[in-house]
T-cell receptor, first 111, second 112 residues
């Protein structure tokens, strides 16, 4: 693919519902990151996958958040029992060697 | 642990002047230092990066300098143009960890 692709672009969900956000990294990129960006704020690290190594989950804000990366490619970020404070743009980035490239993000709105 | 401080948080310069944004870090094992530009409503885009074995790198109007002894690195934009207005983020990775840690961002405004 040409770049990192995320879907959906926008998601509106009701408080308490579960959501899944998808990231398709650049083909061949071995590392994948998820970040959260609240309106006007910086990039908050959530989780990092590198090849077959155990993921670095140190940034996940609560046990309602989880992520997986199947077959070393596509990744899904799941948020259970969504809360209004989960509203943000969720950005995925993939990386090979040193340079990381971002997807366009999923804007999540919890109402 | 990983920590990167970015200053200033906002910067306003006249078109044609230079802009400098600085980041400081604490872990001497940091070995890769990229800069990203994020325009309103868009994804962060990599604009320049530098590795720890290099002191300076330039690409047209932008340059990055690294001072490993003082543990800081800076982005320099010369001859600023209105399209340079954006939020700029510094970042780093630490040797062996590979987690990409970002600074808090600098909102740069170029005044015509």
């Amino acid at each position: 693919g040409a770049g990192v692709s995320q879907s959906p672009s926008n998601k509106v969900t009701e408080k308490g519902k579960d959501v899944e956000l998808r990231c398709d990294p650049i083909s061949g990129h071995t590392a994948l990151y998820w970040y959260r960006q609240s309106l006007g704020q910086g990039l908050e690290f959530l989780i990092y996958f590198q090849g077959n190594s155990a993921p670095d989950k140190s940034g996940l804000p609560s046990d309602r958040f989880s992520a997986e990366r199947t077959g070393g490619s596509v990744s899904t970020l799941t948020i259970q029992r969504t809360q209004q404070e989960d509203s943000a743009v969720y950005l995925c980035a993939s990386r090979i060697r040193v340079q990381a490239f971002f997807g366009q993000g999923t804007r999540l709105t919890v109402v | 642990g990983e920590n990167v401080e970015q200053h200033p948080s906002t910067l306003s310069v006249q078109e044609g002047d230079s802009a400098v944004i600085k980041c400081t870090y604490s872990d001497s094992a940091s070995n890769y230092f990229p800069w990203y530009k994020q325009e309103l409503g868009k994804r962060p885009q990599l604009i320049i990066d530098i590795r720890s074995n290099v002191g300076e790198k330039k690409d047209q109007r932008i340059a990055v300098t690294l001072n490993k002894t003082a543990k800081h690195f800076s982005l320099h934009i010369t001859e600023t143009q209105p399209e340079d207005s954006a939020v700029y983020f510094c970042a780093l990775t630490i040797r062996g960890a590979q987690k990409l840690v970002f600074g808090q961002g600098t909102r740069l405004t170029i005044n015509p």
